[in-house]
């Protein structure tokens, strides 16, 4: 965050890590990354197209890992957590998605997964990872102020900053009912919520340009966990309440402690070849479903 605010000469040492690690992607997709990630491949091969220097491109690499690490990576934790604590729901996404995203044929001995169908016909899944963001999340959208404004009884100055925590609203009781505290996916399900109300990509007209790539990434990791595997504490103690990790600079700030867990295979999905059938891409880089 130092860096970000134009005070690098604050933290000399981190700017050399930093040029360290430029050095050393510039160094990797010079050589051969054929076995790279898709999305790695893809953004290398759309910045070299468009006559990117080989340095942009590295630092590119290094601020896509700034959102996932602090954004993607707790929010798939959470989700993890949320649904596997609860044995009904669990029981619940297996069944829709079992039903509208999993085709088997026993011909070739394959399982697959249809990405395209998980976003369109298993909603709950969607209201899964929607409600870990709304419980967990504690981002906040900022804006300028362009003009002189009132706003019943403040008067926004013109050049002024403010700052629209995200969190009174995902705990309004007024939008999400008497229980908003509480975890309960099925709030999203059925019902037409008023705009802005779920804001954990931003507000409009500003919000995360890689949320589709990320929400279809989430949902993949669950759906295939939960057809899978099993996964429960170690210790028998349950699924204990854990702190978090406060002052992140994260739209869901990671949990402070550990929770070690066994991951035992279910009988009947670990055999043969799944594969991941993902549906036509509408956006420049085919790297999500639809």
Excluded at 161 to 166: A, D, E, S, V, Y
Aim: some cysteine; proline content about 7%; hydrophobic content about 40%.
């Amino acid at each position: 965050m130092t860096i970000w605010a134009g005070w690098g000469f604050l933290v000399p040492g981190s700017i050399k890590a930093r040029e360290r690690l430029v050095n050393a992607f510039v160094k990797y997709h010079r050589g051969d990354h054929s076995d790279a990630a898709q999305i790695i491949k893809q953004r290398v091969k759309l910045m070299q197209d468009y006559g990117a220097p080989d340095e942009d491109v590295a630092r590119m690499h290094l601020f896509f890992g700034q959102g996932v690490l602090p954004n993607s990576v707790p929010a798939a934790f959470w989700t993890i957590y949320e649904v596997f604590s609860r044995p009904d729901l669990v029981h619940r996404l297996r069944e829709a998605i079992i039903e509208h995203g999993i085709h088997r044929d026993a011909r070739s001995d394959t399982i697959e997964l249809d990405v395209s169908a998980l976003k369109t016909r298993v909603p709950l899944l969607l209201a899964v990872l929607e409600e870990t963001q709304r419980v967990r999340g504690a981002n906040a959208t900022f804006r300028k102020v362009q003009t002189d404004t009132v706003l019943g009884d403040y008067h926004l100055k013109r050049g002024n900053w403010i700052q629209i925590p995200h969190q009174p609203v995902h705990h309004d009781s007024r939008i999400w009912g008497t229980d908003p505290l509480q975890y309960n996916p099925d709030r999203f399900l059925g019902k037409t919520l008023p705009s802005n109300s779920l804001s954990a990509w931003g507000t409009a007209p500003h919000l995360c340009p890689a949320r589709q790539f990320a929400s279809t990434e989430i949902m993949v990791l669950i759906a295939l966990l939960v057809l899978r595997v099993e996964i429960v504490p170690i210790g028998g103690s349950g699924w204990r309440k854990l702190k978090v990790r406060p002052f992140e600079a994260a739209t869901i700030p990671p949990p402070a402690q550990e929770l070690e867990v066994e991951i035992r295979p279910r009988e009947g999905w670990n055999e043969g070849l799944w594969v991941l059938k993902m549906g036509e891409s509408k956006t420049r880089v085919p790297l999500a479903s639809g």
